[in-house]
């Protein structure tokens, strides 16, 4: 490129700015008066800004850290139980002579192929069952029903992108098949499985519907499932919504940030291969 | 193509004894299936109960009354042919085609052109890209919301600016008038799926090694030529899997619309799922509700048979 | 030495058993006036009955629904659940509450209730329930405008054409009301037809074919509604109306509290509906109910407690729900404030909505109905008429 490389990072925040506004709008929704959050003209920077929607939130919902515990934890928890099945899985697609590939795929991607609503009430069936409603193994387990046949479609053109000389190369030094994927093909695909392990990270953390079927408690109620308490039968607290909605934002935020790092590592990792 | 200094050497060694060799083949064999067996058995277990349980349900006729009593009688294709002969489901199988393609187009190709141009390398463009993920921290119902009051008729900030630029004369009524209200979903859901395309094509472009480019710029390769020959062939794997998870996705969207909309004003925009979940969860009549679901799954399953017929030219690696 | 040990700790298991009932509590009251009033009703419960411990779940309205359909489904019904008026038949139809006919026949209070309230409990000739509070919903209006426009409060369908006409300006809607397909929009849209003198089982007739045409013209060809509206909840109408961009709306008590917090530069007032002949409004509050399969002789100690007019009133002074008893609606509380005379008042000549099991499809039937004239696609005679052969199949 000829010309200065600011002026992309000009344009870059231009269409940041664009793309993020709605969000803007959220955040300053939280802060606006009632009456204000419909003014016309439409207040883009607010007027009179009233914070007492943080203590109406924090009053309502005293458990709001425990909240983020448990989003963090069932988070956490499908992430790594995900991650954990689906990377062997797809670089078994990729690269091992297996039979029924075609087969696998398919089966892990019906579980996609209903709204995820009409799975939770059978999901609840089987798991008050099992006595798995109201702790974190059940949703952890539920939520990983849904991320796993993702994750498995998107690592495998990562897999695939590797070449199989590596691992030939590595069993021929005396690695076994596992040793060779754990300690060559996996450290490879990292840009892929930090990629996948952000997007199953999003789906435990923004999971409403098995938080709110499987579990009773406020002690398992994860981020989500506090928004409820705000949205009534004929009425509802959109300032705490909103508000609601911005500071569960941040705690994903903070890791997507922090992620960045770690998808640089697996390119300069990759540079290195050569 | 890369250098791999291993290859070089494996054909120097000498030829492993026979024995050996086969004992080695066979504990592979069972090695190479313990990769994908865990996941298989995982969803196998979690996801075989729900799909059989809706497939039984759409041949009963099973309501409020009966669902616990099981009681229900088997009516067999009756509820299937309830459901096609009725026009509102006709309708909202129009309105799921019109919106899937809408939506899944603009999705790829605006998430393809942003994961190119963040794919270049200028102060800042790591952390920006990162940033367009904060869509998907927020919960839809939520971003449903935004957008409804962002596009209401009376007071909504995009009609305040179509106004401002002279491109409207009225205030458009985006949920309110059946000709346009589709076109405002399809946006709120294009901006949803926009984060999740580009980051995964970006990670599949930074895959592809900059010396392909390098060389090819020696050889005079123009920039288009470069994307068809180079960036495009490689990108395949990932564009394919983002434009199945996409359709997949796409096709079953249901929170999108019940929190815009619920399928109005007057049904015009029901989509398949809609439609099922009112029917089970507000109509309480679970054996139609389960038949337009699995209707829905039919489709989607054809969708992953074409997908896994695109695998078989990749397979050659 | 041994027995005597033994029969101790039998007896003291026993005991400790018999100690404590523990009881499943469900409603949806998560937040504000009614979740407080919840908390201390129940906090006065189990001080009056320190056997008796309630454990208490506030699940959300959307999600009300599908959970008790779940837990109906596995046989796991709270002991007692607070249901939403219209859906309690259907909540019976379902299998999902215990029925109380016996319990009910034997109390002595059973004859206090207003019909309409009672109406929404019973199934099949048998009782599902007691009403706990009521509410209304009315003609809100900012007065400072119609004072300036020199306009009456409109009390006649023709006034009410009339006064939106004249206060409907380019920022401002003369008459603003929640026309949204759910249930928020049948709820506002019911009062219509029966102040015209109709009712949902002569759908196909004149009363509602001229409701129908009063709200058409005053949105299509008067420009006093905005088209908005078909895509605004109760919660929206209000957020307008307190930003000045609506003239009057119809609402419910529930918008008080945000209406006193705001903070507003212009005084608002409650009126009666506005109607064609009969003096109406709709019912809205929620029912005691006692889940099937649950500890039912338990929960009826509870439910005939909670009900009772001493325990009664303050929980509803608290959620700011009107009596539907008349033992305890002629308290004078409920006339002190005009705002809460008002809605008391309108409570007295409410309809609920009870029309069996089906009401929910109903309900969407009658949203489909007048959102298709809204939109232009039928005119009200086609209207009625499609809602006609639709919903009439669907009545008991």
């Given at each position: 490129m000829r010309f200065p490389r600011v002026l992309l990072s000009v344009f870059s925040v231009l269409l940041l700015m664009a793309f993020l506004f709605p969000i803007y709008w959220m955040a300053i929704t939280a802060i606006k008066?009632?009456?204000?959050?419909?003014?016309f003209p439409p207040e883009f920077v607010p007027r009179n800004v009233d914070w007492t929607v943080f203590q109406r939130i924090f009053v309502s919902n005293p458990d709001i850290p425990r909240y983020f515990l448990n989003s963090a934890i069932v988070g956490v928890g499908t992430t790594l139980l995900t991650l954990l099945l689906a990377a062997p899985a797809a670089y078994g697609i990729a690269h091992l002579p297996i039979r029924g590939k075609g087969l696998i795929i398919l089966v892990s991607l019906s579980s996609l192929m209903f709204p995820v609503v009409m799975l939770a009430t059978p999901l609840f069936v089987i798991f008050s069952r099992l006595g798995l409603t109201d702790n974190y193994f059940g949703l952890i387990l539920a939520n990983t029903a849904l991320a796993l046949p993702f994750s498995l479609v998107v690592l495998r053109p990562f897999f695939l992108s590797l070449p199989i000389q590596l691992s030939e190369a590595a069993r021929i030094d005396g690695c076994t098949v596992w040793g060779a994927f754990v300690r060559v093909m996996l450290p490879l695909a990292s840009p892929g499985l930090v990629t996948a392990g952000i997007f199953t990270f999003l789906f435990g953390w923004n999971d409403l519907v098995f938080a709110l079927t499987l579990t009773n408690t406020d002690a398992f109620r994860p981020v989500t499932a506090g928004l409820w308490t705000f949205i009534g039968v004929n009425n509802t607290d959109w300032n705490a919504v909103m508000a609601f909605s911005t500071l569960a934002m941040l705690p994903p935020l903070v890791l997507f940030l922090t992620a960045q790092r770690y998808v640089i590592a697996g390119l300069t990792a990759g540079a290195v291969k050569q | 193509m890369r250098e791999t200094p291993h290859a070089g050497r494996a054909e120097v060694r000498p030829a492993q004894p026979s024995q050996r060799a086969s004992k080695r083949r066979v504990t592979a064999r069972w090695v190479h299936y313990s990769f994908v067996l865990p996941a298989a058995l995982f969803l196998l277990v979690f996801i075989a109960y729900p799909v059989l349980f809706n497939l039984r349900m759409s041949f009963q006729d099973v309501r409020a009354a009966n669902l616990l009593n099981g009681g229900a009688a088997w009516v067999g294709l009756d509820n299937y042919r309830t459901i096609l002969a009725n026009p509102v489901f006709q309708q909202a199988v129009r309105n799921t085609l019109l919106f899937t393609g809408g939506s899944v187009v603009f999705q790829l190709s605006l998430g393809l052109l942003l994961a190119l141009f963040y794919n270049l390398t200028f102060p800042g463009s790591r952390v920006m890209r990162g940033l367009y993920l904060i869509a998907w921290t927020i919960p839809v119902i939520v971003v449903a919301a935004i957008f409804r009051w962002l596009f209401d008729g009376q007071v909504g900030v995009i009609n305040y600016w179509l106004q401002n630029l002279s491109l409207i004369d009225d205030n458009v009524f985006w949920f309110s008038d059946p000709n346009v209200a589709l076109g405002a979903i399809v946006f709120i859901n294009i901006w949803l799926g926009i984060p999740f395309n580009m980051a995964l094509l970006l990670a599949g472009l930074q895959g592809i090694p900059k010396e392909f480019y390098e060389a090819a710029e020696i050889d005079g390769a123009s920039v288009p030529q470069r994307f068809a020959f180079i960036t495009f062939p490689l990108l395949r794997p990932a564009l394919f899997a983002v434009l199945l998870l996409g359709l997949i996705y796409t096709f079953k969207v249901f929170d999108v619309v019940w929190a815009t909309t619920q399928g109005g004003p007057f049904n015009t925009t029901h989509l398949v799922a809609t439609l099922a979940f009112r029917t089970i969860f507000g109509q309480f009549q679970f054996g139609t509700g389960a038949a337009m679901l699995n209707l829905l799954f039919v489709v989607l399953f054809a969708v992953s048979l074409l997908y896994l017929w695109t695998l078989r030219n990749e397979e050659v690696n | 030495m041994f027995r005597l040990l033994f029969l101790l700790v039998t007896l003291w298991s026993l005991s400790a058993t018999s100690a404590q009932t523990v009881l499943q509590w469900w409603d949806?009251?998560?937040?504000?006036a009614n979740n407080q009033a919840m908390q201390d009703l129940i906090a006065r419960y189990e001080a009056a009955h320190p056997d008796v411990d309630i454990e208490r779940t506030s699940i959300g309205f959307g999600d009300l629904k599908s959970r008790i359909i779940q837990a109906a489904a596995t046989g796991t019904m709270p002991d007692i659940v607070i249901v939403d008026n219209p859906d309690h038949q259907a909540m019976a139809a379902q299998g999902a509450l215990a029925d109380l006919t016996d319990y009910i026949a034997a109390w002595e209070a059973n004859d206090q209730y207003f019909d309409g309230p009672w109406s929404s409990t019973v199934y099949n000739g048998r009782n599902y329930g007691i009403p706990y509070g009521s509410n209304a919903t009315a003609l809100y209006y900012n007065e400072d405008v119609l004072t300036e426009a020199g306009i009456d409060v409109p009390e006649t369908w023709d006034e009410l054409r009339a006064a939106a006409q004249a206060l409907t300006t380019d920022t401002r809607s003369g008459f603003c009301l929640s026309m949204i397909n759910t249930e928020e929009g049948t709820f506002t849209y019911l009062p219509f037809l029966w102040g015209n003198g109709g009712d949902i089982p002569d759908i196909g007739g004149e009363a509602n074919i001229e409701a129908l045409t009063l709200l058409n013209t005053m949105m299509n060809e008067d420009d006093s509604v905005s088209r908005a509206a078909l895509n605004w909840g109760q919660g929206e109408v209000n957020n307008q109306f307190m930003a000045g961009q609506c003239a009057m709306m119809i609402n419910g008590p529930w918008q008080i509290p945000n209406l006193e917090a705001a903070d507003l530069d212009f005084t608002w007032r409650v009126a009666d509906w506005p109607n064609n002949g009969t003096p109406t409004s709709i019912l809205g509050g929620e029912n005691f109910a006692a889940g099937a399969g649950g500890d039912t002789d338990a929960a009826w100690q509870v439910i005939s407690w909670v009900t009772a007019p001493e325990n009664l009133l303050p929980t509803l002074q608290i959620s700011g729900y009107i009596a539907n008893r008349a033992d305890v609606a002629s308290n004078d509380v409920f006339q002190e404030d005009p705002v809460i005379a008002t809605f008391a008042d309108q409570v007295a000549v409410a309809k609920a909505r009870a029309y069996g099991e089906n009401y929910p499809q109903i309900s969407e039937e009658i949203m489909n109905m007048v959102q298709s004239v809204m939109i232009g696609a039928r005119t009200p005679e086609q209207a009625a008429e499609a809602a006609a052969a639709t919903i009439m199949p669907l009545l008991p």
């Open positions: 008066p009632q009456q204000a959050i419909f003014a | - | 949806y009251y998560t937040d504000g």
